[in-house]
């Protein structure tokens, strides 16, 4: 739609009427002109009519002209016996909320640019109530923030009616700040909880927006002082929550748990997975209650239980997690379809960190290189130049597994003791098999192909050969490195030179018989 921008008599309008009303309270009700703007129908109205509210309210919180404690309602207050001063601080703090109220409205507006006028302005007046709190400390150093402005413009992002991800990413600018950060946590969280208790199904729209939201939250991996506030205070107090990391951590854990308690659409399964490693868990002040989550969804199946293992892995390994069934799990994972996957490079750069310990069992080790053997025979050559040099560095790392390709006689392939069906890798007798599955590939009709199997017709160097640069190789791209090559000059094409297009009956006949 096309943008007009409002007219100069509008704005002449606007700002004689704040003029008005800041240079003399006896032109206050000069206030209703200037919100009545906001409900305008035309965008570039509404618009400049924020920005009046924007420099009309900023300027009344610097000089403290709004009421300061618990707002008694409009009318008991101007019936009241109090001055004439009290009265006008009280009146004008409700015209204050009135604005407020319609700007968190305008977050729903279907323009993007009143939208994000509506927000800025919103976290103006937050970052002004702080500096000027309109409620009374109960106690010396008491810690003030504008919770319930701040709460409304959260709520106003996690709605289950609109898509708010871009808005929410320029909400995202203020979560540098280490008060927005804390307070964003704990709002979401709540939103969160009332929002699944209300509603028996919670709507997609909503769990995408908090998801935007919560995955934007990242804190300090180190222990240190925060003190990046966006709402200044004259000094700061060692009693108060926001300046230790430690209750960040606690906020942020809170968080989390609370949105991954609820059952998620599958979408959200894998988002939350991808980041859980690396986004996730390292925030965590508990990072071992992520365990009923990751265990549930590695019972899921397909992509979400192998992103699932990523998460258990790092608790296993750096939070001392006992899993007994997690290898168990990853070899369950590996069917002919993982090489079709959209998460096939993530899964083998994982399976490979998986079974990087040269502390593994050599049976263990031994099942995961002959599943993998076999899988092979079936695989795409773009897989197979990742796959085979993988199999090759479990040999590296474990020479007790070496007997399976140095074995002096294979045995048939109808008596392969190897069981393809088995689950459990520690009975599918992979150790008393071979890997005769790589000596079939040094026939593959892809000369890298039957180079990378012919590797194992070698001793192994000590280097293992790193499979990242293969892990994302695709066929156009093995098409394109054929392409590429020189190829000889003259290359023969038949035996017997043609005569002819198609050649005559008794060159045909010369032919046949030189041939027979």
């Known amino acids: 739609?096309?943008?007009?921008?409002?007219?100069?008599?509008?704005?002449?309008?606007?700002?004689?009427?704040?003029?008005?009303?800041?240079?003399?309270?006896?032109?206050?009700?000069?206030?209703?002109?200037?919100?009545?703007?906001?409900?305008?129908?035309?965008?570039?109205?509404?618009?400049?009519?924020?920005?009046t509210c924007s420099r009309l309210f900023g300027t009344?919180?610097?000089?403290?002209?709004?009421?300061?404690?618990?707002?008694?309602?409009?009318?008991?207050?101007l019936a009241g016996s109090q001055g004439a001063t009290y009265k006008y601080k009280v009146w004008i703090r409700h015209r204050y909320h009135s604005c407020c109220n319609r700007l968190e409205e305008l977050l729903a507006h279907p323009t993007f640019q009143v939208k994000e006028l509506a927000l800025k302005t919103l976290m103006k007046f937050v970052q002004l109530e702080g500096a000027k709190p309109l409620e009374k400390p109960q106690w010396e150093s008491h810690y003030l923030f504008p919770r319930t402005l701040f709460r409304a413009v959260v709520g106003g992002l996690l709605t289950p009616e609109d898509d708010h991800s871009l808005l929410i990413s320029h909400f995202c600018e203020y979560l540098e700040y280490d008060d927005i950060r804390y307070h964003t946590m704990q709002v979401a969280t709540s939103i969160m909880a009332r929002a699944t208790s209300q509603q028996p199904e919670v709507s997609l729209t909503l769990w995408n927006n908090a998801f935007t939201l919560l995955s934007a939250v990242s804190l300090p991996l180190q222990e240190c002082e925060l003190t990046n506030f966006y709402v200044k205070h004259a000094q700061t107090s060692d009693k108060w929550k926001v300046v230790h990391l430690k209750e960040h951590k606690k906020a942020f854990q809170e968080m989390w748990l609370g949105f991954l308690k609820h059952k998620l659409p599958l979408s959200l399964y894998k988002k939350v997975l991808v980041a859980m490693h690396d986004s996730i868990l390292p925030h965590l002040a508990q990072p071992t209650l992520m365990i009923d989550f990751l265990t549930s969804a590695c019972d899921v199946g397909g992509a979400i239980s192998l992103l699932a293992l990523n998460g258990l892995f790092i608790l296993i390994h750096k939070h001392n997690l006992e899993y007994p069934d997690f290898y168990q799990k990853l070899y369950g994972l590996l069917d002919p379809s993982i090489f079709r996957v959209k998460y096939r490079a993530r899964f083998f750069h994982l399976a490979d960190l998986f079974l990087s310990s040269s502390h593994l069992p050599a049976y263990l080790v031994a099942a995961f290189a002959k599943r993998l053997a076999r899988l092979a025979l079936t695989a795409p050559p773009e897989a197979l130049l990742m796959v085979l040099p993988l199999i090759c560095n479990l040999l590296r790392r474990h020479p007790a597994c070496r007997v399976m390709v140095h074995r002096p006689q294979g045995p048939e392939l109808d008596a392969?003791?190897?069981?393809?069906?088995?689950?459990?890798?520690?009975?599918?007798?992979?150790l008393e098999s071979c890997l005769w599955e790589l000596q079939t590939l040094q026939q593959h009709y892809h000369p890298e192909v039957s180079k990378a199997a012919s590797v194992i017709n070698q001793v192994l160097s000590v280097p293992e050969v790193s499979i990242a640069p293969l892990l994302e190789l695709t066929?156009?791209?093995?098409?394109?490195?054929?392409?590429?090559?020189k190829m000889p000059e003259s290359v023969p094409l038949e035996f017997i030179p043609a005569k002819g297009l198609l050649g005559r009956q008794d060159d045909l006949c010369t032919q046949f018989f030189c041939l027979s």
């Open 475 to 485: 066929a156009y791209e093995i098409f394109e490195q054929d392409l590429k090559k």
């Open 60 to 77: 009344l919180l610097e000089r403290e002209e709004l009421f300061v404690g618990s707002l008694p309602s409009e009318d008991t207050a």
């Open 416 to 430: 392969d003791p190897y069981d393809p069906t088995e689950k459990d890798p520690a009975r599918s007798r992979a």
């Open 1 to 51: 739609m096309e943008r007009h921008p409002a007219s100069a008599s509008s704005r002449q309008e606007l700002g004689r009427l704040l003029e008005a009303v800041l240079t003399s309270r006896g032109q206050a009700n000069a206030v209703f002109d200037i919100l009545a703007v906001l409900q305008s129908e035309e965008p570039e109205e509404i618009e400049e009519g924020v920005r």
